[in-house]
């Protein structure tokens, strides 16, 4: 079933069956209050805000039979896997991986801050990707999954949007997949960094994909329905 969505630089049209939803770092560390994200000094509210409209997307995909997959930026407890440089950083801004937060130790696999907030816990048959970098395919068996699923298409969601978000389009782009990004279920902690992102996806005829939103994505969906 072929679905198509009005986007820029133009519509965007996928098959169902070959098109994943993927939901990238919806995480209490960066959603929640008392987070890596708020101890930074980042103001949430703006992460929080794409819970609401991913629900009803994440509902929509299900009900559609699409192929959902959630990642998790997070590292070993031992921190092997967290390069020196990327540790030093984020001790620079008060809050380093590893320390511990009122969620446990921040960014460390199996902490409660390191899971994905509740309003979008995965199914049992929703795999989780956890990854130790920005790009959701570094050291990650991600194209793997994706490619045994048969998926050409990807629906991205999650924060933050200049960060993860854009870095896993750019990954992907590199790979293959058409990335459909929907703009208000991804956000960053600086309005102007979600700005930019948007626009450096779709630019110059769709350089790394579309940008759509949720109203127009589920509009397209109830219509194959």
């Avoid at 995480?27 to 008392?34: I, K, L």
């Avoid at 929703?126 to 998926?151: C, M, N, S």
């Avoid at 450096?200 to 994505?217: A, E, N, P």
């Amino acid at each position: 079933m072929t679905v198509k969505v009005e986007a820029l630089p133009y519509p965007f049209e996928f098959e169902l069956s070959s098109t994943a939803l993927l939901i990238i770092d919806m995480q209490r560390d960066f959603c929640a209050p008392g987070g890596f994200g708020e101890k930074l000094g980042n103001d949430i509210t703006l992460t929080r805000n794409v819970i609401a409209p991913l629900q009803q997307v994440l509902q929509a995909a299900r009900d559609a039979g699409m192929f959902v997959i959630h990642t998790r930026e997070g590292h070993r407890p031992d921190l092997s896997d967290c390069p020196p440089s990327k540790l030093a950083r984020s001790k620079r801004q008060g809050a380093g991986i590893g320390d511990v937060g009122p969620m446990g130790r921040i960014l460390i696999r199996g902490e409660y801050g390191h899971d994905i907030v509740d309003e979008l816990k995965p199914l049992p048959n929703e795999p989780v990707v956890d990854k130790p970098g920005k790009g959701a395919f570094y050291q990650t068996d991600l194209d793997v999954i994706l490619r045994t699923k048969g998926i050409k298409s990807l629906i991205v969601s999650g924060v933050t949007t200049h960060v993860c978000v854009h870095t896993t389009i750019r990954e992907a782009n590199d790979r293959g997949y058409e990335c459909l990004l929907l703009e208000d279920c991804s956000a960053a902690f600086d309005p102007r960094d979600h700005e930019a992102a948007v626009r450096m996806t779709h630019q110059q005829g769709g350089i790394f994909g579309w940008v759509s939103d949720s109203k127009k994505l589920l509009e397209a969906l109830k219509a194959k329905a």
